[in-house]
């Protein structure tokens, strides 16, 4: 598949089916993710795996939405921002670079037949509750993985001309 078509298939998914996720699969989308690219290759983030029948409850304190516990995974990233790359002005790169890891999922994930959404919006508390690791880690994005049910979808995009600036 052409990175286009691969990118052009991809959307934020929100129902899907009760299928287990091969562990083949989880492990390529693990090891995209672990090729993302960060700044000064600090790599400072971890990724928590999370099996939603077994953590259901405490899931939909992170975001009570129904689907976000539908698929049998949820995946966590979380930043570490005291390890992360700080740029001379103070600017920390660690949401920007746990953002890269969870774009590099999501690709991966569509690439393999799988759906994903990329949720921000949560209680990061609830979020730091679950995996037990306090205020050292960040919580940047979750993504439910699981087999997409059937939908029709149109994406809706800004033109190339309305986005793009040429100096």
């Known amino acids: 598949m052409e990175f286009l078509d691969l990118v052009e298939k991809r959307y934020s998914v929100r129902a899907y089916k009760d299928e287990v996720v091969e562990d083949e699969k989880l492990n390529k989308i693990l090891k995209a993710a672990s090729l993302a690219p960060t700044a000064h290759n600090r790599q400072s983030f971890k990724i928590f795996v999370i099996n939603t029948k077994d953590h259901h409850d405490e899931l939909q304190k992170i975001y009570p939405v129904p689907y ?32 890269i890891v969870m774009d590099h999922i999501v690709l991966e994930a569509t690439a393999l ?47 190339l001309e309305e986005l793009v600036v040429y100096l």
């Open 68 to 99: 976000f516990t539908q698929a049998p995974i949820v995946l966590g990233i979380f930043s570490i921002p005291e390890k992360s790359f700080v740029r001379k002005d103070g600017k920390n790169y660690s949401d920007i670079d746990a953002a």
């Open 113 to 159: 037949g799988l759906g994903t959404n990329w949720i921000a919006h949560i209680d990061s508390n609830a979020a730091r509750e679950l995996i037990g690791h306090g205020k050292d880690f960040e919580p940047v994005a979750f993504t439910p993985i699981g087999y997409a049910e059937p939908k029709d979808f149109k994406k809706i995009r800004k033109t």
